[in-house]
């Protein structure tokens, strides 16, 4: 069965940091490009970051450039997503969800994790 | 970034109805489109890609259309269980955008 499974989310001060993880099985990790996709509760879903099957194309949404660092290790079939400078406005519910395409540099997300709850508030 | 307008916001209808959903992006983005539907307190769930590919096991009421810049959804007889929020996305390039997503309703 293809799964991810996302943890590391939490409650978090503003200004600080929390890394976010993703673990993958039942395909072969390495063969595709994965996103990350956050949604305030309630609201749309809004794209985060996305990082192509070797690490070698990686984007960020203006709202988090700068700040946040996605990254993945397929030995460990994971990914990752270094938060940093927390902003209020980066509460939300975060997906990481993977491309549909092999090696691919254009592909629609076809399976997602259950989510992480990040909150950032004092 | 290119920006996906996404219509109507919401929409009610009743079970059998045929309901159509529309996005437009703001260039032409090929045929590099996605629809995505969702539940309440689930994650997203892929029905269609390349504006016009049914997911796996994604039911043949559901249909997508389009090309360039706009494009549409149809759901040709609704479902109890069709009642959701849907979004439509573009991957033609970085950053992927989102439509506003369209809630529907039951009348």
């Known amino acids: 069965e293809l799964q991810l499974v996302e943890s590391g989310g939490g409650l978090v001060q503003p200004g600080r940091s929390l890394r976010l993880s993703c673990a993958a099985s039942g395909f072969t990790f390495d063969d595709y490009a994965m996103h990350w996709v956050r949604q305030v509760p309630g609201k749309g879903l809004e794209w985060v970051s996305g990082i192509n099957w070797n690490s070698g194309n990686i984007d960020y949404a203006d709202s988090v450039k700068g700040r946040f660092t996605i990254s993945r290790d397929n030995a460990k079939n994971s990914l990752y997503l270094q938060m940093n400078s927390l902003r209020p406005e980066d509460t939300a519910f975060y997906y990481c969800?993977?491309?549909?395409?092999?090696?691919?540099?254009?592909?629609?997300?076809?399976?997602w994790g259950q989510g992480t709850t990040v909150t950032v508030s004092s | 970034a290119i920006r996906i307008t996404q219509s109507p916001s919401s929409l009610s209808a009743s079970t059998g109805d045929r309901v159509t959903i529309t996005c437009r992006a703001s260039q032409g983005i090929s045929s590099y489109l996605a629809w995505y539907q969702q539940k309440p307190g689930k994650a997203p769930k892929l029905l269609i890609y390349?504006?016009?590919t049914l997911q796996s096991g994604v039911p043949s009421r559901f249909s997508g259309s389009g090309s360039g810049t706009d494009f549409t959804l149809t759901i040709s007889c609704l479902q109890s269980e069709d009642f959701a929020t849907y979004y439509c996305?573009?991957?033609?390039?970085?950053?992927?955008?989102f439509g506003q997503g369209t809630k529907v309703e039951i009348k």
């Open positions: 969800a993977k491309d549909n395409t092999v090696a691919g540099t254009r592909g629609a997300m076809d399976v």
């Open positions: 996305q573009q991957y033609y390039n970085y950053p992927r955008t």
């Open positions: 390349a504006t016009s």
